[in-house]
C-alpha cells in the first residue's frame, strides 16, 4: 500500500510563480525525501529532511515537516520551465523499506 | 563516473517467458531496489537487499526474483508467473536503507 500521498495530483502554473505541493503519510517515519522524475526518465533526489527536523532549504526548494499531522510540503519558488516534472515524497519508516507516493505533475508555462 | 546503470532500456518478452533486467551500480553502495512503476502510478516496491547474498520482498514480489552474488549487481528476473509484466522498471542503491537513493534510467518492459 501507499504510505505517501501526494496533493494536488497535477498542477499547471505560469512560469515566476510558486509551486507547492503536499505529502500525507500514515506511519512514523525516520525521515522524509522529495524525487524529481522527469517523463520517461529516473528520479533524482531533490531533499532529505529528517524527523526532527521542521523546515529545511536548498535554492529554490523549501520543504517543510509536520511530524503531528504525518505531512510534509514542497516549495518551489520563482519556477521555470525546466522545473516541468512529477515529483514524489518518499518516506522511509520502521522496516527501512522506502515506500512513495503516487507523485504530482507539475507543468510551468513559460 | 560513479553511478547506477541499467539495461536494456527498452525490452520485448513474448508471453510466457522469463527475462532478466539487469542492474550494476559503482556507488560502493550496500543497499539495492527495484521498483516497478505503472502509467500515471508511484513506485512500488519489488525486492530489496541491504547486503550482499541477502534480500528481501517488498510489496509486490510476487512474478520476480533476484540475486545479490556481488555487491555491485543486483539483477532481476521477470518470470512467465508475473500477470502483468508490462511495466517501467526503476533500480536504485543508497549507503544505508534510509539514506538519499539513487536511480538508473529505467527499463521499459513490454509484452508482446
Known amino acids: 500500500s501507499q504510505q505517501g500521498e501526494e496533493d494536488p495530483q497535477a498542477l499547471s502554473i505560469q512560469e515566476g510563480e510558486n509551486a507547492t505541493m503536499n505529502c500525507s503519510y500514515k506511519?512514523?517515519?525516520?525521515?522524509l525525501q522529495w524525487y524529481r522524475q522527469n517523463s520517461g526518465r529516473g528520479l533524482v533526489h531533490l531533499i532529505l529532511?529528517?524527523?526532527?527536523?521542521r523546515e529545511k532549504h536548498s535554492g529554490r526548494l523549501r520543504v517543510t515537516l509536520d511530524t503531528s499531522k504525518k505531512s510534509s510540503s514542497l516549495l518551489i519558488t520563482a519556477s521555470r520551465a525546466a522545473d516541468t516534472a512529477s515529483y514524489f515524497c518518499?518516506?522511509?519508516?520502521?522496516?527501512?523499506?522506502?515506500?512513495f507516493g503516487t507523485g504530482t505533475k507539475l507543468q510551468v508555462i513559460p | 563516473d560513479g553511478g547506477i546503470t541499467q539495461s536494456p532500456k527498452y525490452l520485448f518478452r513474448k508471453e510466457g517467458q522469463n527475462v532478466t533486467l539487469s542492474c550494476e551500480q559503482n556507488?560502493?553502495?550496500?543497499?539495492m531496489y527495484w521498483y516497478r512503476q505503472d502509467p500515471g502510478q508511484g513506485l512500488r516496491l519489488i525486492y530489496y537487499?541491504?547486503?550482499?547474498?541477502?534480500?528481501q520482498k517488498g510489496d509486490i514480489a510476487e512474478g520476480y526474483s533476484v540475486s545479490r552474488e556481488k555487491k555491485e549487481s543486483f539483477p532481476l528476473t521477470v518470470t512467465s508467473a508475473q500477470k502483468n509484466p508490462t511495466a517501467f522498471y526503476l533500480c536504485?542503491?543508497?549507503?544505508?536503507?534510509?539514506?538519499?537513493?539513487?536511480f538508473g534510467q529505467g527499463t521499459r518492459l513490454t509484452v508482446v
Open positions: 536504485a542503491s543508497s549507503e544505508g536503507l534510509s539514506t538519499e537513493a539513487f
Open positions: 506511519t512514523s517515519i525516520n525521515n
Open positions: 529532511i529528517r524527523s526532527n527536523e
Open positions: 518518499a518516506t522511509f519508516g520502521g522496516y527501512q523499506k522506502v515506500t
Open positions: 556507488l560502493n553502495h550496500d543497499a
Open positions: 537487499s541491504q547486503i550482499v547474498n541477502d534480500f
